[in-house]
């Protein structure tokens, strides 16, 4: 039942982003409407078939993203070709964003419902609030501002320096993921020159993350604490530490595996925005730098790519929560 | 109107209570205490100072937000903070601190069209979808599902290149982004209109009064919907701060408003990425500063709210007395898709339910 529900959504998802791409016109109207004269305009859009019933338009955009054609750039590139080059580098920072907010946010999250309704819980619960609060290009200018132009330890933007690109460049296999490149090339220069790229963005997207974490591991924590098991287990004697870190928190993880599913689609937009401050060449960095060139065909099709991988995501996640959680079945 | 009927479920009782306490903020004011109350009362400061801001900011703005010279020449661009400028100027060389102020005008425009739209879109059709079932609910509740789980940063892209084509004047640019901005809140308030719509429906009440012959309207707004917008003063706050973030998330993409029609933080911040670089820290400061005291001030008003209508977060026996009984709420999807298998249709012909629930025929 649950995984039927995937297709209707990615269909009603693509259907969005189709009539709210199509309703102002036509892509090639909005990028030249003002450079080309009328007769030259109306041949352009003739000739990529946008003067066709609005219908006709439709059922063959269905056919291409049915056969994974999510359509070409301004300059005639595959947008799959796009995410092929640049998906690895989006992935990669939501990776570093995740594990980001996991070490911050968990650890937090669990002292939070330790100290719970002292100063303690107030400052952590205000430290969250900040962190969703803090726009993550904010967040990442703040940190560039401290850490590479006062303080200089770290670079200012980019995944790698020049250097270790062209070294990376010769391996005979190469993944687009520079950590796991990196790695490969051996040279430990490589690696540290990488990991400190990393570290900034990382940051700036992981503590939105984390905020998020830390609160639902707070509420969930105190959540279990109050259950029968856990008077059961204070009743014995157990230090109420013990408790909160023995007892109450694995229960208390489960609502984050679902969490997490919702959190992709928050990484990806926020990974634009990190992307963009960063000069991190992923999918968000495109998208912004298509955004600007005006090219909306280009962006019609990442977004509609981005709609069927945050979909599918969270189908596995759905899946994922179904094993960890016997009581959860579909 | 939200902020009277709001509290009135948790008010049902006679006799009736008045109006000071069932204002909803006032209200949890008055049963919070400790550390809840100094959040929420920080959190109204600080909203309140950002309002104020808003409202006047003519009268507090130095210099209006696309001014470029003084009485004694041009500001001139990128300077440090000074007597004249006290949070410098920008690369375009407009003055910092009036943009702020002015930003926090244009903020609130947003939210507030923002936040009605989507409110009396999502309320309606989510009392709509909830009372009458059928396909046509099913079909809703899979596209807001659909939508809740796109990234709405995203989505509010897409929906104002459709809009605007991307650039627009003042209250071109406040529409288009205020408009993306409702897309994506609608399924937020359709879902916990529609799940309380499906609850209340099988009261006793909504019975009696169609036992009474009242019409499908009136049952509706007013036995079903007067009960059902409990929870949405927190959805106001939460998306009010989601508001202004994904509006500075669309003006940093570039996608704001023009700098000569209003001033717009995200669009500050965009123009002051390359500043950063070189070690000018006031362009960005500020108006990123600006952003994180609006959030941070409504999201705290909103937490302190949830916390108190949340008995498991409260644990203070005064204030679950305070609170008084407060039915379930679901807003998770696929949570309870109908209340009767044949849904109105099957209670209309004479049908009921017993006080457990179950069908009972004629």
């Known amino acids: 039942m649950r995984a039927l529900l995937i297709i209707p959504t990615v269909f009603i998802l693509v259907t969005v982003v189709f009539i709210v791409m199509r309703a102002t016109g036509d892509p090639i109207t909005a990028k030249l409407g003002d450079k080309l004269p009328p007769a030259q305009l109306a041949e352009a859009i003739h000739n990529a078939g946008y003067d066709r019933p609005w219908i006709v338009q439709y059922v063959e955009y269905l056919g291409q993203i049915f056969t994974g054609n999510f359509g070409t750039t301004g300059d005639n590139r595959p947008v799959v070709e796009i995410l092929v080059t640049y998906g690895t580098a989006t992935l990669e920072l939501a990776f570093y964003a995740l594990v980001v907010a996991f070490i911050v946010g968990i650890p937090l999250g669990m002292v939070a419902a330790y100290v719970r309704d002292r100063w303690g819980d107030a400052v952590l619960r205000v430290f969250a609030i900040l962190c969703y609060a803090t726009p993550v290009f904010f967040a990442g200018m703040l940190l560039k501002l401290v850490f590479s132009v006062w303080l200089g330890v770290l670079p200012v933007a980019g995944r790698a320096s020049t250097g270790s690109e062209l070294e990376m460049q010769f391996l005979p296999f190469s993944t687009g993921i520079y950590t796991i490149d990196a790695f490969l090339t051996g040279d430990p220069a490589v690696i540290g020159d990488v990991l400190r790229h990393a570290v900034l963005p990382a940051i700036a997207l992981g503590l939105l993350t984390a905020g998020v974490f830390l609160r639902l591991v707070r509420t969930n924590v105190i959540g279990t604490l109050s259950t029968d098991y856990v008077d059961a287990a204070r009743s014995r004697g157990v230090a109420e530490r013990r408790l909160v870190t023995k007892h109450a928190y694995r229960p208390a993880l489960i609502p984050i595996v679902t969490v997490i599913g919702l959190q992709i689609a928050l990484l990806l937009g926020g990974a634009v925005l990190t992307e963009t401050t960063f000069e991190w060449k992923g999918l968000g960095f495109m998208l912004a730098e298509f955004l600007k060139a005006r090219d909306f065909a280009a962006v019609q099709g990442i977004v509609a790519m981005l709609a069927v991988i945050v979909a599918l995501t969270n189908f596995v996640v759905d899946i994922i929560a179904a094993l960890i959680d016997p009581r959860v079945r579909y | ?362």
């Open chain 2, 1 to 362: 109107m939200t902020a009277t009927t709001a509290t009135s479920a948790t008010a049902g009782a006679v006799p009736k209570r008045r109006l000071r306490d069932r204002l909803p903020v006032v209200h949890q004011l008055r049963q919070s205490v400790g550390l809840q109350r100094g959040m929420l009362v920080a959190g109204l400061v600080i909203t309140g100072l950002f309002i104020l801001t808003a409202i006047f900011a003519p009268l507090l703005a130095p210099y209006g937000f696309a001014q470029l010279r003084g009485e004694d020449g041009a500001f001139g661009s990128q300077q440090a903070p000074s007597a004249e400028h006290p949070f410098g100027t920008t690369v375009g060389g407009y003055d910092v601190l009036s943009r702020v102020i002015w930003g926090a005008q244009t903020a609130l425009l947003v939210i507030i069209v923002a936040v009605i739209a989507s409110i009396i879109a999502g309320v309606l059709l989510g009392l709509v979808s909830g009372y009458f079932g059928g396909w046509f609910d099913r079909v809703l509740v899979v596209v807001c599902d659909a939508i809740y789980a796109f990234p709405s940063l995203l989505l509010a892209i897409a929906l104002s290149i459709m809009i605007s084509g991307g650039q627009s004047s003042l209250w071109g640019g406040i529409l288009a982004a205020a408009l993306s901005i409702t897309v994506v809140f609608i399924p937020q308030y359709f879902r916990v209109i529609r799940a309380e719509t499906v609850r209340i429906k099988a009261e006793a009440y909504v019975e009696s009064a169609k036992v009474l012959g009242a019409s499908n309207g009136r049952i509706m707004f007013r036995h079903v919907l007067r009960n059902a917008t409990r929870t949405l003063p927190l959805i106001f706050t939460l998306n009010s701060s989601e508001a202004i973030l994904t509006l500075a998330g669309l003006g940093f993409l570039g996608f704001g408003i023009e700098p000569t029609a209003a001033a717009e933080w995200g669009y500050d911040l965009n123009k002051a990425l390359s500043d950063v670089t070189s070690g000018i820290w006031w362009t960005s400061l500020y108006p990123g500063l600006a952003i994180v005291l609006a959030v941070l001030g409504i999201t705290l008003v909103g937490e302190s709210l949830n916390d108190l209508a949340d008995p498991r977060l409260r644990g203070r026996r005064r204030v679950a007395q305070a609170a008084g009984q407060v039915a379930e709420t679901s807003v998770v999807p696929g949570g309870t898709l109908s209340a009767g298998p044949g849904g109105l249709d099957g209670l209309e012909n004479g049908e009921s339910f017993d006080e457990h629930g179950i069908e009972v025929k004629r």
